[in-house]
């Protein structure tokens, strides 16, 4: 009798043992390598999952092809929607805000080797820093605390109003780089961060933001006039 319940508790102890293993956190190593534009902007750049993703915001002013993009004043709403443009607060820091017929244009606006990241790439990236499987395709904040897991470290240049306690654990270094409205006028710089993806549904593309106000990630549908910061991923 005694035998048996000297084994029931050893078994049990093991069983605690063998638990606590399993929930400890495995240590995550990260691969890093650079990318160059042809603009000769050099990018950090992370592999995370199978995917190797740009650090940085694109800054690149031209297509591949040499072709350059148009370069509008913050205050020039007149030819916001005539030609493939970007406009920018402070490119080395958040990098620049393109119109979509820039991310469609067939010259490629990814530096060689890269695409600009799709929405299937967004929602691979986000499987790949812990959300539920089951919320990566709905059109909604989702997730409960990925936006601190992406954003630069100590949530810097993010408002210190910001909910946020980032720890940049996958070398993202997210940053509010704000958007451009429709009517071409510039907004939520320092507040916000806004992604094009290059999946498109009727008139409208999918993109992804983070808000200084949550801790999720959003995924939804735009008009195509907006500006958005671009990421890139490796073909």
């Known amino acids: 009798m005694r035998i048996i319940q000297f084994s029931s508790i050893f078994i049990l102890f093991l069983s605690i043992v063998v638990s606590c293993q399993k929930d400890q956190p495995k240590d995550l190593v990260l691969e890093y390598g650079t990318l160059t534009d042809i603009d000769g902007n050099s990018y950090k750049t992370v592999k995370i999952g199978n995917s190797w993703w740009m650090c940085e915001n694109l800054k690149v002013s031209r297509f591949n092809d040499g072709t350059p993009l148009n370069a509008l004043a913050l205050n020039d709403t007149a030819s916001w929607q005539l030609t493939p443009s970007f406009k920018f607060f402070n490119d080395s820091l958040y990098g620049k805000l393109y119109n979509y017929q820039a991310v469609s244009d067939n010259k490629l606006l990814a530096p060689e080797?890269?695409?600009?990241?799709?929405?299937?790439?967004?929602?691979?990236?986000?499987?790949?820093?812990?959300?539920?499987?089951?919320?990566?395709?709905?059109?909604?904040?989702?997730?409960?605390?990925?936006?601190?897991?992406?954003?630069?470290?100590?949530?810097?240049?993010?408002?210190?109003?910001?909910?946020?306690?980032?720890?940049?654990?996958?070398?993202?270094?997210?940053?509010?780089?704000?958007?451009?409205?429709?009517?071409?006028?510039?907004?939520?710089?320092?507040?916000?961060?806004?992604?094009?993806?290059?999946t498109t549904q009727g008139q409208q593309a999918i993109y992804r933001s983070l808000s200084f106000q949550r801790t999720q990630i959003f995924r939804q549908k735009a008009e195509m006039r907006y500006g958005m910061s671009i990421r890139c991923v490796k073909n």
């Not at 909604?140 to 949530?155: C, V």
């Not at 704000?178 to 961060?193: D, H, K, R, S, W």
């Open 113 to 198: 080797g890269w695409h600009v990241a799709s929405d299937a790439d967004w929602k691979a990236l986000e499987r790949a820093i812990g959300m539920d499987s089951l919320e990566v395709d709905l059109f909604a904040w989702r997730g409960s605390n990925e936006a601190n897991l992406i954003l630069t470290e100590g949530s810097a240049n993010w408002p210190t109003s910001s909910i946020h306690f980032g720890s940049n654990k996958f070398a993202l270094a997210i940053q509010p780089g704000g958007i451009v409205q429709i009517n071409g006028m510039p907004t939520a710089n320092g507040l916000e961060a806004y992604f094009w993806t290059s």
